[in-house]
Each structure stands twice: as structure tokens, then as C-alpha cells.
DNA sequence: AAAAATCGGACTATTGTTATCCGAATTAAT
DNA sequence: ATTAATTCGGATAACAATAGTCCGATTTTT
């Protein structure tokens, strides 16, 4: 296995609706209507995109959300992170590696990190701007 | 979230366990007492691995397993294939696309395919041999 | 015959993901 | 002011996938 998960899923696909009606608020419910997400969760994912800076919420009767920055400059990689998860192919390449309970007999850290540095090369050189170029 | 399965892992780690001892029958046990890999989870992992043509096994006393093929032509791709998982990023991008109930309302299926393609690139041109060289 | 290994199926436990529910706060229009 | 439409935020439930365990059968060497 080696998806990415439907809140990665659906934040990327949300914020590409978003980019291809820049200029525009756009609420939760047109998001979950057009795209069929499911409300809640979708609203889920838009709050935490929010929060941490991805996008800029206005609340309210009329509120809903805009990107908070130009597509071509938020990268795959940062909307997962804003997503408040992560693209670690193994347990071992997390931060706090003293964590991991097999540091000591594993043997397989140094390549898999080569592995995972091409896959974040890749995230990091993809944007929302390429999701709207259809 | 974007991890491999300690299946996946324990089965890499293994096969490179294999490869730094080629010549020689290893069993499981042998791997997961010198890995820390439970032994009846590793068991079933290398099973697949036999069914499927990766390693080839030697039943009874004095029994275990050998690589099939030389680590340099064995990929992660095709390892992850032969334990019968895989690397698809998103739901849509599987064989029975036509399965997915998001297909009539999906807009991100071509720049996904592009990334997916992208890390399909890597786990093909990684080998077996580059986890044995520490 | 015994011992050490693979084989294979069923099962359980644990975790992670996905989805839902509900009440509160905010804001625009009436 | 009131109402309506929205975001906010916490709790929880339903579901699925992963990880791990158990046990008996089979194979093969000694
Ligand atoms: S498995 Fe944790 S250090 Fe590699
Ligand atoms: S989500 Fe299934 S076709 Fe894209």
C-alpha cells in the first residue's frame, strides 16, 4: 500500500475547484455538491487547510473559502503537511527516529531514505497549478 | 499518509538479508530472530514471496529460502506486486477503474496518472542490490 | 522415528481511516 | 432584532486495513 488518504484526496481536488474559480468564495456545500464529497467531512478538511494556511476562510451567511496563495506556489507537499499528515514511506524516516523500536536492528534505513528524498523531490515539484491544467 | 506495509518492509528487509548470505539456505527463523521480525507474520511473507516466484523455497529439515534472481534485476515494484499489495496513489488510478464511483464526478485523474507514473519510475529502477550496499 | 523446517488456513487484536452528529459562533441580509 | 447560511470544533461511530497470532498438516533430513 502506498495511498494517499481521501483527506489528501479530496483537499487536493477541492482546492483545484478552488483555483479554477479563483477570485471567487467558495462554500463547503458547493464544494460537496459539485464534487459529491461528503459535507461533513469535506468541511473537515477545508478547516484544517484553513488553519494552517493553505486557504482563508470567511465565515458567516455569503462565507466560504479562498486559496491563500497563487496555485503554481502551493505544492503537493505542503498541502499534505497543512493536512497535518505526512509522505513516509517507512516508520523508521519519521522525526523522531529514536522512536522507532527497530533502530537498532534495522538495515534498511540509508536506501529506503534515498527513496523517500526522490518521492519528496517529486511532492514538492508538483502544484495545484498542474491539477487545474486539464 | 503514504507508508508501505510492514509487510512490505519486512519483506525487503529479508530479501537483502538474503542477498548479504547468497549461496545459502536461510530459514525464517534465522531472519526474524537476527531482524526482530515476528516470526509466524515474516512465515507468511516469505510464503507469498515463494508463491510468486521471488525466492525459491526448500521444505523439510535444513529447509529455508534463496533468491530466484540476482538482486540487481529483482525491483521494489516487482516485490510489491509478488506480496500482492501495490503502489496506487489514489483509488482511481487501479486496473478496474471503472470501479470507482467518483469516475463521472473526478477531475484529478490525469495529473494523479502524472505523479503516479513519476513513482512508479522510482520503485521500478530500485533494486534489491541497492539495499545490500550499505 | 524424530526433529526442524515450510505450508496454509483461520482467527484475533489493534490501529487507522472515513464518515457522521451536534451545538456554538459568525456574518450578511431582511 | 431576527433569520438564514455559513464556518468552527469537538466527540463519536462505523468501517476497513494492518499487524500479529495460533494450530495442525506436510515435507525432508538425519
Ligand atoms: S525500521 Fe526503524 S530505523 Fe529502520
Ligand atoms: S477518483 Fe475515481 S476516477 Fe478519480
Redesign the pocket.
Known amino acids: 500500500?502506498l495511498k494517499l488518504?481521501?483527506?489528501i484526496e479530496y483537499g487536493i481536488q477541492a482546492l483545484q475547484y478552488m483555483a479554477n474559480n479563483s477570485g471567487n468564495v467558495i462554500?463547503?456545500?458547493e464544494i460537496s455538491e459539485q464534487l459529491n464529497i461528503?459535507y461533513?467531512?469535506l468541511?473537515?478538511t477545508?478547516?484544517i487547510l484553513?488553519?494552517n494556511g493553505i486557504i482563508v476562510?470567511q465565515?458567516?451567511?455569503?462565507?466560504?473559502?479562498i486559496l491563500a496563495r497563487d496555485p503554481k506556489s502551493t505544492t503537493v507537499a505542503e498541502i499534505i503537511k497543512a493536512l497535518e499528515e505526512n509522505a513516509i514511506i517507512v516508520d523508521c524516516l519519521a522525526e523522531d527516529e529514536e522512536n522507532c523500536d527497530r533502530i537498532n536492528v534495522c538495515t534498511i534505513k540509508n536506501p529506503m531514505n534515498k527513496l523517500q528524498e526522490k518521492i519528496n523531490y517529486l511532492l514538492n515539484n508538483t502544484t495545484i497549478a498542474e491539477f487545474s491544467e486539464v
Open positions: 500500500m488518504s481521501k483527506k462554500s463547503a456545500k461528503p461533513d467531512f468541511s473537515k477545508l478547516q484553513n488553519k476562510s465565515q458567516g451567511i455569503k462565507g466560504g473559502y
